[in-house]
């Protein structure tokens, strides 16, 4: 079975503080991204990575970067953390190429207070 | 651009009851659709997904979707509901232009009635 896993299920920050979030796959998966999800919004795009070192823009990316030194590993950062940025963010993975599943996270709930 | 709608942010169905949950999508070229499931402080789970060929899917948990290109829809259905089916459902969409990204839905919260 594809494992996705996240640093921390809940965390609390306080706003200008730097926030890291970290997501490891097992199952050796070219793609990974990380969404945040709001209700009413649904699952949102900040960035995904199709590979080592490359990352691409999803729809929501002002305030984040991410990095990915390693294949199994994806890290969000938030460079200086605000209230709005309070939310569930849900980290996945998927195999390389179109029409793959992409396998989910549990999920790391932040506050930023 | 692709986009899904979610029409019901909520739909309650009495257990033994058939349940639908509806999705309407579009992108450019040939579809590809998702459904997720989410349970209380979880991440999302695969449940199905059409890429191609019968246009009734079968997937996890007696769930089945059917793809209807005409509509545009793509319909979660099961035929007699448990309560143990209350969830976060969420619809995705991917297009065929060799795009990884998936457009998901607001989702809707299903809850079934004992």
């Known amino acids: 079975d594809v494992k996705v896993t996240q640093s921390s299920r809940y965390l609390v920050k306080r706003t200008g503080e730097k926030v890291f979030l970290e997501c490891v796959q097992d199952?050796?998966?070219?793609?990974m991204f990380w969404y945040r999800q709001d209700p009413g919004l649904g699952l949102r795009l900040i960035y995904f990575?199709?590979?080592?070192?490359?990352?691409e823009k999803g729809d929501i990316p002002e305030g984040y970067s991410v990095s990915r030194e390693k294949k199994e590993r994806f890290s969000l950062i938030l460079e200086s953390a605000s209230t709005n940025q309070t939310s569930m963010y849900l980290c996945?993975?998927?195999?390389?190429?179109?029409?793959?599943?992409?396998?989910f996270g549990p999920g790391t709930r932040l506050l930023v207070l | 651009a692709q986009s899904v709608a979610q029409p019901e942010d909520q739909v309650n169905v009495a257990e033994g009851n058939p349940l639908t949950v509806k999705c309407t999508y579009s992108?450019?070229?040939?579809?590809?659709l998702f459904w997720y499931v989410q349970y209380p402080n979880r991440g999302l789970q695969f449940l199905l997904k059409?890429?191609?060929?019968?246009?009734l899917v079968k997937g996890s948990y007696g769930f089945e979707a059917e793809f209807n290109k005409s509509q545009t829809s793509f319909h979660l259905k099961k035929p007699s509901a448990l309560v143990s089916d209350s969830a976060l459902y969420f619809c995705?969409?991917?297009?065929?232009?060799?795009?990884?990204?998936?457009?998901f839905g607001t989702g809707t919260r299903l809850t079934i009635i004992p």
């Open positions: 996945a993975s998927s195999p390389g190429g179109s029409k793959e599943t992409q396998y």
């Open positions: 199952m050796d998966h070219e793609n």
């Open positions: 990575s199709y590979d080592v070192k490359m990352k």
């Open positions: 992108v450019s070229g040939n579809p590809y």
């Open positions: 059409y890429i191609t060929g019968d246009n």
């Open positions: 995705a969409v991917g297009d065929s232009f060799g795009n990884e990204k998936l457009t």
